[in-house]
């Protein structure tokens, strides 16, 4: 049976609203009567006509008495709409004439609508707009205190220390967090730390590019690479596509073409990567300064980093000229296309020196889940390219969906939260019922994949979903819950960097969360060495691209609730805010570090999910894996 929804106004019409409103008996005899033959038989003498009203007088009697010791739905919602009056009065008079009052009118919503919660209602009706620009400037302001923590102790450094004051180098020394920051500041107005991003970028980046050491390919394409093209987009370097973002860019001395030039010769140094290696699958690691590559220690590539690195190759391509960068990218995925896999899924390990996966550990954690986030998301951003020659990645797509939910989806015991677990040798082992916080982009990206980036609500009235995209979506949302709860079952209302679910007939145990009163403490496991939170913006993710397709206002609470978390105990005073090493007690040990992706992709996309729809609209930009935006590719 197809899921696609009719229009309610052709739908069966003989469909019973039950979900609704309670179908008296009553109506039932009277619509039979009025719609048979004895309408005309007996209508015609007057006799006829007579007994016909005695017998619905009597029904209707009857009916009424019934009703006074039938505490049913259709009698509770009657008798409340009537002021001044007692559910049970005792007098037929009263009776009568609650009888012959018109019960209020309920909402005509498909029958397959009627369980959606409040996402068939006005959410504006709901929460003020004014409420959500009020917690918009909330995050605004975390963001400058982030902001102003990193510019005081670690300007110039890839990341902030904000208990130790410093800063430190962990992703190669080219000032990460001012490329991974900047379209954010764009984003959210913030003028003058634009001003002095891009003041930093072009008079030290190019400098560093070409004098710094080893870099990992993966982590300085999404960050880096991606920073600056989204910032050339942004700063208005693609004349004419601007428009279509919603931004308000006001940057009287931005500089596109600076941000151009320096994307291209970082790619011309990564690309050293690809033409090092034997293979499609390209080194790990890169040289800066004399544009050299080799392989990670123990000769590996990790599955999703290979894969991870399309969108911004490709758009550089588009707005170059230069088609060695998306060509050389890829020719990874043209390549994994040819590999075995296990309905649809991939080790987290690969060969850059045979081109063949390495193991047989399988999991959508860390090393393999940007690999599925990038199939459907390379597919969309080459828009009228989909149907053509890269109709192989949306069949790769779907394929490893339906492998998900075969092979990775459980559900808990006692409370049956529905999550993604793995495998970790291959089909030949058993299954794990560990779930990293990293899962928690699927349930965006499954969303993403159902609609394309349109709501829910055009995507039925076109009649464009199928039965698969609505089961998709429906684990979209069942996996945005669990991730929600990850954070509320903790002390602190932070997620741990990895959880383990209970299972029937499973043998994991270990401590819960903290929160006794939640209602899933008993079906989540926290180890020890899993407690950790790093900022991570996966599940803010999902909220953020489930609200903009649903237009269900709860996944706007939830991204709240996390943030007021944030705020609450990673906070540094001094300026910035940190990671924790416990979020199951209180007062959590700090950590003393600040991700970049914190101001690039976890604040960027609370500040979105309060913000107005037409900004960024997901069926026009297409976000990286690092939440950096890039317009979706219509030219073929």
């Not at 300007?155 to 954010?184: F, N, R, V």
């Not at 999404?222 to 050339?232: E, K, Q």
């Not at 990038?374 to 969309?380: M, N």
């Amino acid at each position: 049976m197809s899921s696609r929804h009719l229009p309610y106004s052709v739908q069966d019409v003989d469909y019973d609203n039950a979900k609704f409103r309670h179908r008296s008996r009553f109506k039932v005899i009277t619509q039979a009567l009025i719609t048979s033959s004895i309408r005309y038989d007996c209508g015609r003498c007057s006799t006829g006509k007579f007994l016909i009203l005695l017998m619905i007088a009597g029904l209707a009697y009857l009916m009424v008495v019934h009703k006074i010791s039938d505490h049913s739905a259709s009698s509770d919602l009657l008798n409340d709409a009537v002021v001044g009056e007692d559910k049970l009065s005792t007098g037929h008079v009263h009776t009568i004439r609650r009888f012959w009052r018109k019960p209020p009118r309920l909402p005509q919503l498909p029958p397959d609508e009627v369980h959606n919660g409040t996402s068939d209602l006005d959410p504006n009706k709901l929460y003020p707009m004014s409420e959500w620009i009020s917690r918009q400037q909330k995050v605004k302001e975390a963001f400058l205190h982030a902001w102003s923590g990193y510019k005081s102790y670690a300007i110039g450094y890839d990341e902030l220390m904000p208990l130790s004051h410093k800063g430190i180098d962990g992703l190669g020394g080219l000032g990460a967090t001012i490329i991974d920051s900047l379209d954010t500041a764009m984003i959210i107005g913030a003028d003058e730390i634009v001003s002095e991003a891009e003041t930093w970028i072009e008079e030290h980046l190019m400098q560093r590019i070409n004098t710094k050491g080893q870099v990992n390919l993966f982590e300085t394409t999404i960050r880096v690479l991606g920073g600056l093209l989204s910032a050339y987009h942004l700063s208005r370097g693609e004349r004419g596509t601007l428009d279509d973002s919603g931004i308000s860019v006001h940057l009287k001395e931005a500089k596109p073409e600076v941000f151009l030039k320096i994307a291209r010769n970082l790619a011309d140094k990564l690309l050293s990567a690809f033409t090092s290696s034997p293979t499609s699958i390209p080194f790990s690691d890169v040289i800066l300064h004399d544009s050299t590559a080799h392989p990670a220690p123990d000769g590996l590539s990790s599955t999703s980093e290979v894969s991870t690195l399309q969108l911004e190759f490709n758009y550089l391509s588009r707005i170059s000229g230069d088609p060695r960068y998306g060509s050389e990218a890829m020719k990874v995925l043209e390549h994994l296309r040819t590999l075995p896999k296990l309905e649809g899924l991939v080790p987290i390990y690969i060969s850059p020196h045979s081109g063949r996966f390495n193991g047989g550990n399988i999991r959508l954690g860390s090393r393999g889940d940007s690999y599925y986030e990038y199939l459907i998301k390379v597919w969309i951003q080459q828009k009228n390219s989909r149907d053509s020659h890269l109709k192989y990645l949306y069949e790769m797509y779907t394929e490893a969906v339906k492998g998900v939910r075969h092979l990775l989806v459980r559900k808990s015991i006692p409370k049956g939260l529905v999550f993604i677990g793995e495998l970790p040798y291959g089909s030949n082992g058993g299954f794990s019922p560990k779930m990293d916080h990293l899962v928690c982009f699927l349930p965006g990206t499954l969303a993403l994949g159902a609609t394309k980036g349109i709501t829910k609500k055009k995507a039925i009235e076109g009649n464009l979903l199928t039965a698969e995209d609505m089961e998709n979506l429906k684990l979209a949302e069942d996996l945005a819950k669990t991730c929600f709860e990850m954070y509320s079952v903790t002390s602190t209302g932070l997620a741990p960097e990895i959880v383990y679910f209970h299972i029937e007939g499973g043998s994991e145990g270990g401590p819960d969360g903290g929160n006794k009163s939640s209602e899933y403490v008993n079906d989540i496991i926290i180890k020890p060495n899993d407690r950790h939170n790093l900022l991570r913006p996966e599940t803010v993710e999902s909220l953020f691209v489930l609200y903009r397709i649903t237009e269900d206002p709860k996944y706007r609470e939830w991204g709240w609730q996390i943030f007021e978390a944030f705020e609450k105990y990673t906070k540094v005073d001094s300026g910035g805010y940190t990671s924790l090493n416990d979020v199951t007690t209180i007062p959590p040990q700090k950590r003393d570090k600040m991700e970049t992706f914190f101001l690039g992709e976890t604040l960027k996309y609370l500040y979105l999910l309060f913000g107005d729809n037409n900004v960024l609209p997901l069926d026009k930009f297409v976000f990286n894996t690092e939440a950096h935006p890039f317009p979706v590719d219509l030219s073929g």
